[in-house]
């Protein structure tokens, strides 16, 4: 069992971290680049499946060399056997499409085929959703990688390498209350929910998941040992095809949230008011929705 | 079918000191053993003094079973030991050092997250090897049964385990212990209820307060007139950069009292005694209670059951030799003799005598006899009685009672210094209260100085522990006031009129009649164990992981 984890680091968005400028511009420069956090649940699936089945974990995320550390804190946190970064200034600035090319042909040089691809949901900086799916789709194109069934929205998972079958419950829709158990044939995708939650229900998954934790974070000490980079010649892409050049989407600007004003005026109607108080729905009812 | 189930020769539930011990001595005999600890970490849940014993005369120490023990997880080797009899301001202090090392190597006072932390991780590599190893966060709810046998046990996060041998280290308020009929939690009378704060102080100045050395530490214990009458003593040891100080109280004496334990800890950390120590500074890194077993009255004689094996407060081995505690000696004592009985069983070929020889073993070793001494059995029957008590309190009121202590002011010592004669002290309001306090009035001197520090009120204690709330743990069964309105006044976290607690007071009028009623909130509790006692509740710990976490312990 083969087992590949896409990852990507963002701007470090927790309380005391992240640091904006005046005009609400996030500061790329004063603000630390972690491991996205949905992607720690897709390294969790991937953890989950090595500890019941065996079998090994690699991580891999296109991005610059620096990112060799959001590929060490992934290994540290959670699980990896080995770690693949595709860096290289052609690949820069790329939107979802040229990054799920790019990181389509990253999976095709591996070896074996991963029998398992899995993403986590958005990145805290993009938001889009796009580029797990995406890079599923660029399989199709890629002849040298077999189709795979994509499942997303998964909260549960269940590999059996021996059948060559995966099992999974997702959320219907993005909706927690609605759950649906799908069964498919490996190779597949799978796209896990921040809803996700592994599950040992055995003693010894648990002690076996404790002697993984214990063996990758002490591999992590050293993660240059275990880490394959590959520029756009290794991969043999054409510059054209990755990057900026390669991004069809345009981004015509980006606007801060505004901030409140200031000054804001405010009445105070107590709730026997009954007159104040109509006045208050009256004033509520334009941005109240339905009918 | 249990054919199905996952299968370890031996199953330890708890990694205190009793766990910690029995999986060591069970790994180094090679059985496969599984340690489930409830805890996010070993320690997390557990509090005591902490003053560990390594007697002379004990079949195993924790030093014997671990090493590196004293050197990686305890705080200080204690030496220095006093208790202080308190009438007022008046304190008359008597030396106990010849007590305190009768029958004994040596004494470390400890901080429980540190100590079984650590313990809990040489306990996994040993076991590991023998292709067991300790979990946390994994709450063991009961035995699995076949055929009416006990056989393994069910937990709220595993699929159900069968085992050759279950130890249960589970400690006070063993769940396990109830669930096989061992032990019931129905009398105040047979426990105690220790409350502690930890309390910061560099290590310059605990050296200079208590004139020490780095490498040395002192225990002061304190009885009298300064608990409100309620039956019991306070203590302070001195940690590494830290001092813990705490009350032990008689949960009945606390109960019909209605008392609130963290007042009688403030009582204590205010008294003017204290002062000469905590020199108007005054910051607590920790709040924490638990029920402490009393063995005189419950230490179960014959602690197993088919696979099941009790050890430590799961047991009632806790005890309570005057003012000095013994609960973490005994509990690494009988989880070594428990490994060791089943070890033995095995050679003669049969695993399921593993019981009988442990029972065996706890006679032979004089464990039992230290945890039920017959002097105390034989006392007891008297020395309770209400008669005594106050023929006692007349004879030492009196002028001649008062003129007999000065004239036998050192021998009083030296009976307090007496294993002999604190094995048969009785409990009696006379033995803790009335003869503490005469002897502070007529034999001591007035301590001069004022004691002005304010300890952090019970929000702010709560407010500052750590926890992880789970689902609701203990149900009210009974809300009437009549049944377990006590639970106001003795729940450590619940006070009269406090409303951020767990118990409260409340009064219902429906036309025109009143009730007086209690409501529970399971959000601040410490997990102590007392209203699973004093109240009528359906009393479970939360599940793996979840509650409350102390840092200290
Ligand atoms: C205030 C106070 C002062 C004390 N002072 C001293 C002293 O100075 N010296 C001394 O020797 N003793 C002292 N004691 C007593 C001492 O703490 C106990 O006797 C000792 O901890 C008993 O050890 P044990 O291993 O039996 O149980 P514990 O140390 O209580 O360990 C039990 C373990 O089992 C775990 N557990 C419980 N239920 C479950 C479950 N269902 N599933 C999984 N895990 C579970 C718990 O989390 C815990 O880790 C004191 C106690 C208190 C409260
Ligand atoms: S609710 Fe019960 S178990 Fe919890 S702290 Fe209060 S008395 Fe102790």
Not at chain 1, 208 to 237: G, I, Q, S
Not at chain 2, 87 to 98: I, P
Not at chain 2, 210 to 217: A, K, N, R, T, V
Request: glycine residues 10%; charged residues 25%; negative net charge.
């Amino acid at each position: 069992m083969y087992t590949v984890v896409l990852t990507k680091g963002v701007p470090d968005f927790r309380e005391g971290k992240v640091s904006f400028d005046e005009d609400g511009h996030l500061e790329r420069g004063k603000t630390p680049t972690v491991m996205n956090p949905n992607d720690e649940l897709a390294l969790r699936a991937a953890l989950q499946g090595k500890v019941r089945h065996g079998g090994t974990v690699s991580l891999l995320s296109m991005g610059p060399p620096g990112y060799t550390d959001v590929l060490r804190q992934g290994m540290e946190e959670v699980y990896a056997d080995d770690l693949y970064l595709l860096s290289d200034r052609e690949m820069a600035a790329a939107d979802t499409w040229a990054t799920a090319m790019t990181v389509t042909t990253g999976i095709s040089r591996l070896e074996p085929t991963p029998d398992l691809v899995v993403a986590g949901f958005k990145t805290a900086d993009g938001e889009t959703g796009h580029t797990g799916p995406q890079t599923n789709w660029c399989h199709h194109m890629n002849d040298a990688l077999p189709d795979r069934t994509l499942v997303t929205h998964v909260v549960s998972l269940d590999v059996d390498p021996d059948a060559g079958t995966l099992r999974a419950k997702r959320l219907v829709k993005g909706d927690v209350t609605e759950v649906e158990t799908v069964e498919t044939d490996l190779p597949a995708f799978v796209v896990t929910d921040p809803e996700f939650e592994a599950s040992y229900p055995k003693a010894d998954h648990r002690l076996r998941y404790k002697d993984l934790r214990e063996e990758t974070k002490r591999r992590a000490e050293d993660p240059e040992a275990v880490l394959t980079v590959w520029n756009h010649e290794d991969l043999n892409l054409d510059p054209d095809f990755i990057g900026l050049d390669g991004s069809p989407t345009i981004v015509a600007g980006v606007d801060p949230i505004p901030k409140g004003p200031d000054e804001r005026e405010a009445t105070h109607v107590s709730p026997d008011d009954g007159a104040g108080m109509e006045t208050v729905l009256e004033e509520l009812q334009p941005f109240a929705g339905g009918d | 079918m249990t054919d199905d189930h996952e299968h370890y020769e031996a199953v330890v539930v708890g990694a205190g000191p009793g766990g910690a011990a029995a999986a060591a001595a069970l790994a180094r005999q090679g059985v496969e053993t599984l340690v489930l600890e409830r805890g996010v970490d070993a320690g997390s849940k557990n509090v005591s003094g902490g003053l560990i014993y390594a007697e002379e005369s004990a079949p195993y120490t924790i030093d014997s079973l671990f090493p590196d023990f004293r050197e990686a997880a305890s705080e200080r080797p204690v030496d220095d030991y006093y208790i202080h009899n308190v009438s007022g301001r008046d304190v008359k202090t008597f030396d106990l050092g010849r007590i305190h090392r009768h029958d004994t190597d040596w004494c470390d006072a400890v901080l429980r997250r540190k100590m079984d932390s650590w313990l809990a991780e040489r306990v996994h590599e040993l076991t590991r090897e023998t292709g067991g190893g300790l979990l946390t966060e994994v709450r063991v709810n009961g035995l699995l049964r076949e055929n009416g046998e006990i056989v393994g046990v069910t937990c709220d996060e595993l699929d159900p385990i069968t085992a050759d041998l279950i130890v249960a280290a589970d400690g006070v308020n063993s769940e396990l212990a109830r669930d096989a009929g061992l032990m019931d939690w129905d009398e105040p009378d047979d426990w105690f209820q220790g409350v502690k704060a930890v309390v910061e102080m560099e290590p310059d100045a605990i050296a200079d307060r208590f004139g020490i050395d780095d490498d040395e530490g002192a225990a002061h214990l304190f009885s009298g007139d300064l608990f409100e009458g309620v039956r019991g003593g306070g203590f302070l040891y001195t940690n590494e950069d830290s001092l813990s100080v705490g009350t032990v109280f008689h949960l009945d004496s606390l109960a019909a009292e209605r008392a609130e334990p963290h007042e009688l800890l403030d009582a204590l950390l205010t008294h003017p005694l204290l002062d000469q120590w905590l020199q108007g500074e005054y910051e607590e890194r920790e709040y924490a209670a638990k029920l402490v077993p009393d063995s005189k009255k419950v230490a179960h004689p014959s602690p197993h059951r088919g696979r099941l094996l009790l050890v430590g407060d799961a047991a009632g081995q806790m005890q309570a030799q005057g003012p000095i505690i013994k609960g973490m000696n005994h509990a690494v004592t009988a989880g070594g003799l428990a490994a060791e009985a089943y070890a033995d069983a095995k050679t003669r070929g049969d695993p399921s005598a593993a019981g009988e020889l442990y029972e065996a073993k706890l006679n032979e070793e004089g464990v039992m006899d230290q945890l039920r001494p017959a002097r105390y059995r034989a006392t007891r029957s008297v020395s309770e009685s209400d008669l005594l008590g106050t023929i006692g309190d007349a004879v030492i009121r009196s002028p001649i009672g008062a003129a007999g202590l000065k004239a036998f002011d050192g021998a009083i010592e030296r009976a307090f210094n007496s294993p002999f004669l604190l094995g048969m002290v009785p409990d009696t309001r006379f033995s803790y209260v009335t003869l503490p306090t005469r002897i502070g009035e007529v034999l001591g001197e007035p301590v001069t100085g004022d004691n002005d520090v304010e300890p952090p009120d019970l929000a702010d204690r709560i407010g500052d522990l750590t926890y992880d709330v789970g689902e609701p743990h203990i149900e009210l069964v009974d809300n009437s006031f009549e049944a377990s309105g006590t639970a106001v006044t003795a729940c450590p976290v619940s006070a009269v009129g406090f409303g951020g607690g767990c118990y409260r007071e409340e009064t219902v009028r429906t036309n025109g009649s009143e009730e007086r009623l209690v409501s529970l909130d399971t959000q601040p509790c410490v997990e102590c164990g007392t209203c699973a006692i004093v109240a009528d509740t359906e009393w479970e710990h939360p599940a793996g992981g979840k509650g409350v976490e102390y840092e200290q312990g």
